[in-house]
């Protein structure tokens, strides 16, 4: 195997077994404080509802569960570790103040339900956040209350659809382009509207003729990624948005990319009616594993009487309340107020940075994924040659030849001790290789990150088998994920 | 770094943008602040924000102990800092803690398969709905009256555009859903029937026979728990056919209602039709046991506008709150921390039993209960936040019906003194108000 790159080095790490398996009669890790209240007779209470047995729930130590979660935590790759170009998920460095912050006492512990006079606190998060979100944006006013980008999507559809349905006609389909999200026609069907897709041109941006002779007044909205999921912007935006404006339609603009733009341009005042926004993508809050996210939809005036309940208003005497009397709304979207602690890390973020350092954020952003493409051209097929915004899109081509595909290329940057890059997205591009460094990578890691892809290009030519049969450095080789499947092993049982 | 890519300034690289767009000027937010000046910031919000008060507020987002550890655990970057386990072989950490999760959901669900998490208990109920009629084929949903108001209304805006015709079926004398009504409210057409338990008002539905009922009438039944502790002395629903659960009690914080962590359990054989990721047992290899995200055919990545749900990204973060929580109390403490919180709230109702009524005697409860009293709630609350208590929810804006009433919550953490002064300033109104009449009597005499 050739000699690995100076970026990473193998260590020995801890076997660990399932919590299950560690488990016996009498170990604990709680303690409750006494009861200051009388006994009670739980058979007598709670009658034929009383629950006498727990299954096979665990009993381990507190030692035992720190080391389970500490060695299971060093089997995971993570930003803290290096870079992690993961195409369209905006991996960014996660500011550690963010989550001090999040862990104050009022903040942590508010109840959703408390009153508004001990609430103020939250609704002045709720209230700045939002008029900090719709100046990024441009638009005009916005919910906080979607949980995740894909529940934004539902909820500025379904604005879409009332706003449509006041007007005497809710329309019938969404257009969407080929190279979107998986959410977006999947949010569509949620709010029962068909899907039409919408090919892209050759420059990787939306066919403007193709629109055109698709937009009717069947057609409710286009949800647009700009720059769409190839790193482009989407240069005629504007006269996307006066097609669709002329048959009366919307432009919903999936807002993924949102970091690609920040303090440079403004999505409402390129004609965008209503847009999502990822906080944990552009906005810095953790991605945790997998979530949670947060999802909020900013809108022009004409979608705000339709806007989930409640919404923060002051009232005559200055002090901050919820208005539920909103009776267009399209109603509630999930309980209580959307995921607050990820609005408490947004806001951090955005007073860190203020108006020069969102900016430089956008151009550092930027301008890393430009130097990505540059190292990378001629070693890896650029499918399309247009402007790359904050990320670049690749194919596979060149390797495809030796019979290496984007997925072994993505393993085998595994032992570089890098993450992959997303793969095999977007579908426009057969055999993509979707790179994203964003803002937080320094120029050394760049230089190890494109080293080793020029490395691994090398090793397709003169030794394709090391790549196919990558990673070789982790604790586990490629898994199997057809038995897993087709014979589906969803939760622990012991061995009979 | 620009000279090497062959460009003379940062504004080439936004050459793309056309000119008219692009933004000349600051965004219009305040100035870049130290971290000193942030954290003040947040501090004075918290300050603002009820620091310092003994709450009795329940009702779907509950106020437990939560243990330190999880907070030392979930602030590993290697946790914090990644992303849905896609590459499996450097995901393995989350992806087995992932499996702990769904494996211990099931244990105390009594059910055969668990997801991933959802976005929240609300969001949960409204996607097991609809996967419980995408399975029976029928549109329509009895829903109980008894059932979270606001996880009402999410369902509501879900099956707005679904063609699902919602029934709401009322509550009996018990504060159990009233199974006759449930009785009439069921036709050919009811795909499922969506209740919660412990409900709404803290009463432990009779889950076998609303299951009995739903069921010879070849509907699913759908349970909703939004109060997970319960589930350490209160036996799960096993009848039903999908549970929706909210676990924010399992460890994570209020929040001031979020990020929590919806969770959808089921059987089996309906495990095609369950929304959100699932992570499965597998082997690579050399035949090491190892785990992937599995049945993806399911999802959104993948089937687009045929897939079960949209649901993305989720909440595994928080659901590695839970997992951790669960795992610290286990199989006795958390019988032992469910007994603490029924023992506190028995106590509390007989005592708030002497100044009020308090409702639904009949059946049994588990943390909370309804006091129904002369004097209007909120007066009652805005005299008990002098003494820097928070009371129980005032129903009115929820339950009208139920006239001058509150959902008052008790946990481990509710002492027996702060039960005692909530009860005596309670008795203060009541005195208050016996005193006003009497001296309105004499007046009028």
Same mark, same amino acid.
């Given at each position: 195997?050739?000699?690995?790159?100076?970026?990473?080095?193998?260590?020995?790490?801890?076997?660990?077994?399932?919590?299950?398996?560690?488990?016996?009669?009498?170990?604990? @890790?709680?303690?409750?404080?006494?009861?200051?209240?009388?006994?009670?007779? &739980?058979?007598?209470?709670?009658?034929?509802?009383?629950?006498?047995?727990?299954?096979?729930?665990?009993?381990?130590?507190?030692?035992?569960?720190?080391?389970?979660?500490? !060695?299971?935590?060093?089997?995971?790759?993570?930003?803290?570790?290096?870079?992690?170009?993961?195409?369209?998920?905006?991996?960014?460095?996660?500011?550690?103040?963010?989550? @001090?912050?999040?862990?104050?006492?009022? /903040?942590?512990?508010?109840?959703?339900?408390?009153?508004?006079?001990?609430?103020?606190?939250?609704?002045?998060?709720?209230?700045?956040?939002?008029?900090?979100?719709?100046? /990024?944006?441009?638009?005009?006013? /916005?919910?906080?209350?979607?949980?995740?980008?894909?529940? +934004?999507?539902?909820?500025?559809?379904?604005?879409?659809?009332?706003?449509?349905?006041?007007?005497?006609?809710?329309?019938?389909?969404?257009?969407?382009?080929?190279?979107?999200?998986?959410?977006?026609?999947?949010?569509?069907?949620?709010?029962?509207?068909?899907?039409?897709?919408?090919?892209?041109?050759?420059?990787?941006?939306?066919?403007?003729?193709?629109?055109?002779?698709?937009?009717?007044?069947?057609?409710?909205?286009?949800?647009?990624?700009?720059?769409?999921?190839?790193?482009?912007?989407?240069?005629?935006?504007?006269?996307?948005?006066?097609?669709?404006?002329?048959?009366?339609?919307?432009?919903?603009?999936?807002?993924?990319?949102?970091?690609?733009?920040?303090?440079?341009?403004?999505?409402?005042?390129?004609?965008?009616?209503?847009?999502?926004?990822?906080?944990?993508?552009?906005?810095?809050?953790?991605?945790?594993?997998?979530?949670?996210?947060?999802?909020?939809?900013?809108?022009?005036?004409?979608?705000?009487?339709?806007?989930?309940?409640?919404?923060?208003?002051?009232?005559?005497?200055?002090?901050?309340?919820?208005?539920?009397?909103?009776?267009?709304?399209?109603? !509630?979207? !999930?309980?209580?107020? +959307?995921?607050?602690?990820?609005?408490? !890390?947004?806001?951090?973020?955005?007073?860190?940075?203020?108006?020069?350092?969102?900016?430089? &954020?956008?151009?550092?952003?930027?301008?890393?994924?430009?130097?990505?493409?540059?190292?990378?051209? +001629?070693?890896?097929?650029?499918?399309?040659?247009?402007? &790359?915004?904050?990320?670049?899109?690749?194919?596979?081509?060149?390797?495809?030849?030796?019979?290496?595909?984007?997925?072994?290329?993505?393993?085998?940057?595994?032992?570089? +001790?890098?993450?992959?890059?997303?793969?095999?997205?977007?579908? /426009?591009?057969?055999?993509?290789?979707?790179?994203?460094?964003?803002?937080?990578?320094?120029?050394?890691?760049?230089?190890?990150?494109?080293?080793?892809?020029?490395?691994?290009?090398?090793?397709?030519?003169?030794?394709?088998?090391?790549?196919?049969?990558?990673?070789?450095?982790?604790?586990?080789?490629?898994?199997?994920?057809?038995?897993?499947?087709?014979?589906?092993?969803?939760?622990?049982?012991?061995?009979? | 770094?620009?000279?090497?890519?062959?460009?003379?300034?940062?504004?080439?690289?936004?050459?793309?943008?056309?000119?008219?767009?692009?933004?000349?000027?600051?965004?219009?937010?305040?100035?870049?602040?130290?971290?000193?000046?942030?954290?003040?910031?947040?501090?004075?919000?918290?300050?603002?924000?009820?620091?310092?008060?003994?709450?009795?507020?329940?009702?779907?987002?509950?106020?437990?102990?939560?243990?330190?550890?999880?907070?030392?655990?979930?602030?590993?970057?290697?946790?914090?800092?990644?992303?849905?386990?896609?590459?499996?072989?450097?995901?393995?950490?989350?992806?087995?803690? =992932?499996?702990?999760?769904? %494996?211990?959901?099931?244990?105390?669900?009594?059910?055969?398969? #668990?997801?991933?998490?959802?976005?929240?208990?609300? $969001?949960?109920?409204?996607?097991?709905?609809?996967?419980?009629?995408?399975?029976?084929?029928?549109?329509?949903?009895?829903?109980?009256?008894?059932?979270?108001?606001?996880?009402?209304?999410?369902?509501?805006?879900?099956? $707005?555009?679904?063609?699902?015709?919602?029934?709401?079926?009322?509550?009996?004398?018990?504060?159990?859903?009233?199974?006759?009504?449930?009785?009439?409210? =069921?036709?050919?057409?009811?795909?499922?029937?969506?209740?919660?338990?412990?409900?709404?008002?803290?009463?432990?539905?009779?889950?076998?026979?609303? #299951?009995?009922?739903?069921?010879?009438?070849?509907?699913?039944?759908?349970?909703?728990?939004?109060?997970?502790?319960?589930?350490? =002395?209160?036996?799960?629903?096993? *009848?039903?056919?999908?549970?929706?659960?909210?676990?924010?009690?399992?460890?994570?914080?209020?929040?001031?209602?979020?990020?929590?962590?919806?969770?959808? #359990?089921?059987?089996?054989?309906?495990?095609?039709?369950?929304?959100?990721?699932?992570?499965?047992?597998?082997?690579?290899?050399?035949?090491?046991?190892?785990?992937?995200?599995?049945?993806?055919?399911?999802?959104?990545?993948?089937?687009?506008?045929?897939?079960?749900?949209?649901?993305?990204?989720?909440?595994?973060?928080?659901?590695?709150?839970?997992?951790?929580?669960?795992?610290?109390?286990?199989?006795?403490?958390?019988?032992?921390?469910?007994?603490?919180?029924?023992?506190?709230?028995?106590?509390?109702?007989?005592?708030?039993?002497?100044?009020?009524?308090?409702?639904?005697?009949?059946?049994?409860?588990?943390?909370?209960?309804?006091?129904?009293? *002369?004097?209007?709630?909120?007066?009652?609350?805005?005299?008990?936040?002098?003494?820097?208590?928070?009371?129980?929810?005032?129903?009115?804006?929820?339950?009208?019906?139920?006239?001058?009433?509150?959902?008052?919550?008790?946990?481990?953490?509710? $002492?027996?003194?702060? =039960?005692?002064?909530?009860?005596?300033?309670?008795?203060?109104?009541?005195?208050? %108000?016996?005193?006003?009449?009497?001296?309105?009597?004499?007046?009028?005499?």
């Amino acid at each position: 195997m050739k000699q690995i790159t100076r970026k990473a080095s193998l260590q020995v790490n801890q076997n660990e077994g399932l919590i299950f398996e560690k488990s016996s009669a009498g170990k604990a @890790a709680w303690k409750l404080p006494p009861l200051d209240v009388p006994e009670v007779d &739980t058979a007598k209470l709670l009658g034929a509802s009383e629950r006498k047995d727990l299954g096979r729930m665990p009993e381990v130590s507190e030692i035992e569960i720190i080391r389970h979660f500490t !060695r299971l935590s060093t089997w995971n790759y993570a930003i803290d570790l290096g870079m992690y170009p993961l195409g369209s998920c905006t991996m960014k460095y996660n500011p550690r103040v963010n989550e @001090a912050v999040a862990r104050v006492e009022g /903040i942590a512990n508010g109840h959703p339900y408390q009153p508004e006079r001990i609430s103020q606190g939250a609704l002045y998060i709720l209230k700045t956040l939002s008029e900090q979100l719709i100046e /990024i944006t441009g638009m005009d006013a /916005i919910t906080l209350q979607p949980a995740a980008g894909a529940h +934004g999507e539902m909820t500025g559809l379904l604005m879409v659809r009332a706003y449509h349905q006041s007007r005497g006609n809710a329309r019938k389909k969404i257009l969407i382009p080929d190279s979107a999200h998986g959410t977006n026609p999947a949010t569509a069907a949620m709010v029962n509207y068909a899907v039409e897709n919408l090919k892209s041109d050759s420059r990787g941006m939306v066919d403007l003729a193709a629109l055109e002779a698709q937009m009717t007044e069947d057609v409710a909205a286009l949800m647009l990624t700009n720059p769409n999921t190839l790193g482009v912007f989407e240069q005629d935006i504007h006269k996307i948005a006066d097609v669709l404006h002329a048959k009366g339609g919307l432009l919903y603009m999936d807002g993924a990319n949102m970091n690609a733009l920040v303090g440079k341009v403004r999505p409402g005042d390129f004609g965008v009616d209503v847009m999502h926004l990822n906080l944990h993508k552009t906005f810095s809050t953790p991605h945790g594993g997998g979530g949670p996210g947060s999802g909020p939809v900013a809108i022009k005036k004409i979608l705000e009487p339709f806007v989930p309940t409640p919404v923060v208003v002051t009232k005559p005497d200055g002090t901050l309340a919820f208005d539920y009397n909103r009776p267009h709304s399209v109603g !509630r979207v !999930r309980a209580f107020y +959307g995921n607050f602690g990820m609005f408490v !890390r947004a806001l951090a973020y955005i007073q860190a940075n203020g108006p020069d350092g969102l900016r430089q &954020t956008t151009e550092d952003a930027v301008l890393n994924a430009n130097y990505i493409r540059k190292g990378l051209e +001629g070693t890896y097929d650029l499918p399309y040659s247009t402007p &790359t915004m904050h990320e670049v899109v690749f194919s596979d081509k060149l390797q495809a030849k030796k019979g290496v595909r984007t997925m072994d290329i993505a393993k085998r940057l595994i032992d570089y +001790g890098f993450h992959p890059y997303t793969t095999a997205f977007p579908l /426009i591009v057969p055999g993509a290789l979707m790179i994203e460094p964003t803002e937080s990578e320094s120029k050394e890691e760049m230089d190890l990150f494109i080293e080793a892809m020029k490395s691994i290009a090398e090793e397709v030519e003169e030794d394709p088998q090391t790549v196919l049969d990558a990673p070789h450095s982790t604790r586990v080789s490629r898994l199997d994920e057809t038995a897993a499947a087709r014979r589906p092993v969803l939760r622990w049982k012991p061995a009979v | 770094m620009l000279k090497s890519i062959g460009l003379r300034s940062v504004d080439d690289l936004f050459a793309p943008i056309p000119a008219e767009y692009r933004l000349n000027r600051d965004l219009k937010i305040p100035r870049q602040m130290a971290e000193s000046e942030i954290v003040d910031f947040f501090r004075a919000r918290s300050r603002e924000n009820g620091e310092g008060y003994t709450s009795f507020l329940g009702a779907g987002a509950y106020a437990h102990y939560r243990p330190v550890i999880i907070d030392s655990l979930i602030s590993r970057g290697e946790f914090l800092t990644a992303y849905t386990p896609y590459q499996a072989e450097i995901s393995q950490g989350t992806l087995q803690s =992932i499996f702990e999760f769904q %494996s211990m959901i099931c244990e105390l669900t009594g059910m055969e398969v #668990a997801n991933a998490s959802m976005y929240d208990g609300s $969001t949960a109920a409204a996607e097991a709905v609809m996967m419980a009629v995408r399975l029976t084929g029928r549109r329509s949903v009895v829903v109980a009256r008894s059932l979270h108001p606001e996880y009402r209304e999410v369902l509501a805006t879900y099956a $707005t555009h679904q063609g699902m015709p919602l029934t709401i079926a009322g509550f009996g004398d018990d504060g159990r859903l009233n199974l006759e009504e449930l009785e009439k409210s =069921i036709t050919a057409e009811t795909g499922c029937v969506l209740i919660q338990s412990p409900n709404f008002f803290g009463t432990i539905e009779d889950v076998a026979s609303i #299951a009995e009922i739903a069921h010879k009438n070849g509907a699913m039944l759908v349970v909703s728990i939004a109060e997970a502790v319960s589930l350490g =002395i209160v036996e799960p629903p096993r *009848e039903a056919d999908v549970i929706a659960m909210e676990a924010q009690s399992f460890g994570v914080p209020l929040g001031f209602g979020g990020p929590y962590c919806g969770v959808i #359990a089921t059987r089996e054989k309906f495990v095609r039709q369950m929304p959100g990721r699932l992570v499965g047992q597998t082997t690579d290899k050399q035949g090491r046991r190892g785990f992937v995200l599995t049945l993806a055919t399911r999802e959104q990545h993948i089937r687009r506008e045929k897939a079960t749900s949209n649901i993305c990204t989720n909440q595994a973060l928080v659901a590695l709150m839970v997992n951790i929580f669960m795992t610290v109390y286990g199989k006795v403490g958390l019988k032992e921390l469910a007994k603490q919180n029924l023992a506190k709230t028995t106590y509390a109702a007989s005592q708030f039993a002497k100044q009020g009524k308090v409702l639904f005697a009949g059946a049994p409860r588990f943390n909370e209960f309804v006091v129904q009293t *002369e004097e209007d709630s909120k007066a009652i609350n805005g005299r008990l936040l002098e003494h820097k208590i928070v009371g129980g929810l005032p129903l009115k804006k929820f339950y009208p019906e139920l006239g001058n009433a509150a959902l008052w919550c008790c946990t481990e953490l509710t $002492t027996r003194s702060a =039960i005692d002064a909530a009860v005596g300033l309670l008795h203060e109104g009541s005195a208050r %108000s016996a005193k006003e009449k009497e001296e309105a009597a004499e007046v009028t005499r």
